[in-house]
């Protein structure tokens, strides 16, 4: 995973002058039917570049990274994002929006 996170950099070291970096705290509250399952906790740095972001960092137990897109075109937006987490095994999921907005 290190090695994914120094490639990363590496490729996009032009684009992070003109990137915005980014703390964020994110909780999870996890529910089976009613019953509460689990409480996760994530803390994140990021970089938020035009239409692109990057994050990762430690959470509850383990760490996770996140990997997103947001383009509009007119009275559509399409959001998308790869998020991943290293716990007692690797977790990952891809989740996708489009959205239309009337004016």
Same mark, same amino acid.
């Given at each position: 995973?290190? =090695? %994914? #996170? ?8 032009? =684009? ?6 980014? %703390? ?8 089976r039917?009613? *019953?509460? &399952?689990?409480?996760?906790? @994530?803390? &994140?740095?990021?970089? *938020? #570049? ?6 990762? $960092?430690? &959470?509850?137990?383990?760490?996770a990274?996140?990997? $997103?897109?947001?383009? !509009?075109?007119?009275?559509?937006? #399409? ?6 987490? !290293?716990?007692?095994?690797?977790? @990952? !999921?891809?989740?996708?929006?489009? &959205?239309?907005?009337? *004016?």
């Amino acid at each position: 995973m290190k =090695a %994914i #996170f120094a490639l990363f950099f590496l490729l996009l070291s032009g =684009a992070c002058a003109s990137a915005d970096p980014y %703390i964020e705290y994110k909780n999870e509250l996890k529910y089976r039917d009613t *019953n509460f &399952r689990d409480d996760i906790h @994530h803390f &994140r740095l990021g970089y *938020n #570049f035009e239409k692109f972001y990057f994050e990762g $960092g430690p &959470r509850s137990d383990g760490y996770a990274t996140e990997v $997103g897109y947001k383009i !509009k075109q007119g009275p559509l937006t #399409f959001k998308g994002k790869w998020e991943g987490s !290293k716990t007692e095994d690797f977790d @990952h !999921k891809l989740e996708t929006e489009i &959205r239309y907005t009337w *004016n």
